[in-house]
């Protein structure tokens, strides 16, 4: 399983896949396998379509529904876990990059990210 960071997931489902660099695409779509993606970017694309940051075809709910009709995409709730470990990371404060780093963490998976800041974090496996 491959974790995607919110934007990845809002590129790879609103068509705008040629945001994502061409390495990156390749691993995704050659890994074979599931996408992960952690509670808190829901959230988070609720609060950019709310904020109007981003535009959705459909109301967050739905768009959620659809993403999720996709057996290649699977979510993965924020559990006791995953909560402990984001209160032991040492990087910046962002709650929703805390939670989506400790998601990779325990699923010791790889992180499709474009974010600088995750980006420079050594203990994350990013593609």
Not at 27 to 33: L, N, R, V
Request: aromatic share 8%; net charge neutral.
């Amino acid at each position: 399983m491959i974790i995607l960071d919110t934007h990845i997931l809002l590129w790879l489902n609103l068509e705008q896949r040629n945001k994502i660099p061409a390495k990156m695409m390749y691993k995704i779509e050659s890994s074979g396998t599931q996408g992960g993606i952690s509670a808190i970017s829901l959230w988070e694309t609720s609060m950019l379509y709310q904020k109007k940051r981003i535009k959705l075809p459909y109301e967050p709910l739905e768009w959620f529904r659809v993403v999720f009709s996709n057996p290649n995409n699977i979510l993965l709730p924020i559990t006791p876990e995953i909560a402990a470990i984001s209160g032991t990371l040492q990087m910046h404060g962002d709650p929703a990059d805390r939670i989506i780093a400790a998601t990779s963490l325990f699923h010791k998976s790889k992180l499709a990210t474009l974010d600088e800041k995750l980006c420079e974090l050594e203990f994350l496996d990013i593609i």
